[in-house]
């Protein structure tokens, strides 16, 4: 039977094959009828002649303006049975984009590049946004279909495979996924119902408190539990949470996060909810009981912007606020850079301290690259681009040697030449001639020379985002990957640098010398940044357990040459 939600509807059919079907209106504004004959789908509203896909649709592999097509989620045959998860805590995720993973850029091609994965040391595969979206190639971030899987990457049938590939090695998959608006091009939902409230700056947002939002804030948690249940996935990284408007008294993450729990139990293993937040506020990750939302982890971006600011210089826009080793410091041991502070960029305080004896590192992410703070600079370029392999080593060093959840952006591990630019595909003219004047005056306001942005229309700019696997196996890339296997070879030995405690991380640091030391249990971190060698006193030293450049003992001092890394055992 088919159902569609349309309560402001006077009259809705079906259209199967060559057949128009009459639904019938339920009381509570669903849609009932037809049968589960053969064929792909669409409904009419009202008078209208326009053929609407579903909201829900499982399968759109005509695109999103097509007809939908069922899809019988038991019909495939997975292997993971004696699959048991992998827990969030002690965890290195790595983030990847399947259309410029590889150069076919589809699931399947993606599944013979997983042993490199395994061999690095990673535990999650996080995959940005899959869900149906107009056009062969972008980011994702424009999906308008939810529940489909986009067809040009393999479409459902592939995700699955690509899912129990890496459980069959032993890795977790998280799904980043977008609820806080709609792409531009192909979404439909207003038609149906009160689905919308307002608009933030990429989209209409969801009516999620409003009259009419019970079945709104099912269509969320539904597609939410359906990833996960039906993917086989092992957890969640949900877009941009304070974009969405939730007045009611149990907030939209927490009831979702209560019966992803549910779930959880049912199918016998964790499952992961990692928000991505501008909050700067740790009610995310406080669990239930304490007060909070009950989310397993969130982003901190902050620890990004002291990081990048520290080791580039960059001080425009948002980093105006960062750049000390003092404040890489403090960030370092209290998660948040503006915690109750003064933010010059968004012209006023912001955020919260975090209670750092209470809560876990393990439930803030870091990271010293990601889709977003490569791919929204103008040209997309990575740290690779400007920074020495002494420093890429260096900000490993101090990600992977952090009380934090560690993630990597693709390509990281050997410095890939490639940027990773803003590309989109979008078949109307009129709306693509928008996009590219659009990226481009926004680029020229915040200083970026116009000429200099790449046109994210062009089919280029989507070929130059692809990795280089070759480069991986030569010269310094090949050096650079081997540094991030042994720090990951590394944490997995050392429980010290997996501890999350966060109240027990003491770092030091000498601004004018610029280096900087992370005091773990036993271990010690250190990391010199300057141009010059630096002489740090550590103390008595036992071993050297790794390095990346020219370090020796002088007593209890260690002498590392510049840009260059040690992970130093004291007794």
Request: hydrophobic share 35%; with cysteine; net charge negative.
């Amino acid at each position: 039977m088919l159902e569609v939600w349309a309560p402001e509807r006077e009259r809705v059919r079906a259209v199967v094959g060559d057949a128009t079907v009459e639904l019938r209106r339920g009381d509570d504004g669903w849609w009932r009828g037809g049968t589960a004959s053969e064929g792909d789908y669409a409904f009419l509203l009202d008078d209208d002649t326009t053929e609407q896909p579903d909201p829900r649709s499982p399968w759109q592999p005509n695109g999103v303006f097509g007809r939908s097509r069922r899809y019988g989620h038991d019909a495939f045959e997975w292997s993971d049975q004696g699959w048991t998860g992998r827990a969030l805590p002690g965890s290195v995720i790595y983030e990847l984009h399947i259309g410029t993973f590889t150069a076919e850029g589809t699931f399947d091609a993606a599944v013979e590049r997983l042993d490199h994965l395994v061999d690095l040391g990673i535990d999650l595969v996080e995959l940005l946004p899959v869900n149906a979206f107009d056009g062969p190639h972008g980011w994702g971030y424009d999906g308008v279909l939810w529940y489909a899987v986009h067809e040009p990457y393999g479409g459902p049938d592939g995700l699955k495979r690509f899912v129990d590939a890496c459980h069959r090695r032993g890795l977790g998959v998280l799904l980043d996924v977008v609820h806080n608006h709609l792409g531009p091009s192909g979404a439909n939902l207003e038609r149906f119902g009160p689905y919308f409230a307002g608009q933030n700056i990429w989209g209409p947002s969801l009516n999620l408190d409003g009259a009419g939002s019970d079945e709104v804030r099912r269509y969320v948690l539904d597609n939410a539990l359906g990833w996960l249940r039906d993917f086989h996935l092992d957890g969640l990284r949900l877009d941009a949470v304070h974009a969405l408007v939730d007045r009611r008294a149990t907030h939209l993450l927490e009831e979702l996060a209560e019966e992803v729990e549910v779930l959880s139990a049912h199918v016998g293993r964790p499952l992961a909810l990692i928000a991505e937040s501008d909050l700067n506020d740790a009610k995310l990750v406080t669990s239930r009981e304490a007060g909070g939302y009950g989310l397993g982890a969130q982003w901190s971006d902050d620890l990004h912007h002291c990081l990048h600011t520290a080791l580039t210089g960059e001080r425009q826009g948002y980093y105006a606020d960062f750049g000390s080793l003092e404040s890489l410091a403090n960030t370092l041991r209290g998660v948040f850079f503006h915690a109750g502070t003064w933010s010059s960029f968004r012209g006023r305080t912001h955020g919260r301290p975090v209670d750092t004896r209470r809560l876990p590192g393990h439930r803030f992410l870091a990271y010293s690259q990601n889709h977003d703070q490569i791919g929204n600079r103008a040209t997309g370029d990575r740290l690779s681009a400007t920074l020495s392999p002494g420093l890429l080593g260096c900000a490993a060093a101090i990600v992977l040697g952090s009380p934090y959840t560690p993630m990597l952006f693709m390509g990281e591990e050997w410095g890939a030449s490639t940027p990773w630019q803003f590309f989109a595909s979008f078949p109307d003219p009129g709306l693509a001639e928008a996009v590219r004047t659009g990226r481009r005056r926004e680029f020229g306001e915040h200083g970026w020379g116009e000429a200099d942005v790449p046109d994210p229309m062009d089919t280029g700019t989507f070929e130059r985002s692809k990795l280089k696997w070759a480069e991986a196996g030569e010269g310094h890339h090949r050096e650079l990957l081997e540094t991030y296997r042994a720090l990951l070879r590394l944490r997995r030995e050392r429980s010290e640098l997996t501890d999350p405690r966060l109240h027990l991380l003491r770092v030091e640091h000498d601004e004018d010398a610029r280096w900087l030391v992370l005091h773990r249990g036993s271990l010690r971190v250190v990391c010199n940044l300057g141009s010059e060698a630096a002489e740090i006193p550590l103390g008595p030293i036992k071993e050297t357990l790794l390095h990346n450049g020219e370090v020796a003992l002088l007593g209890e001092t260690l002498r590392v040459s510049a840009e260059t890394f040690a992970i130093v055992a004291c007794d």
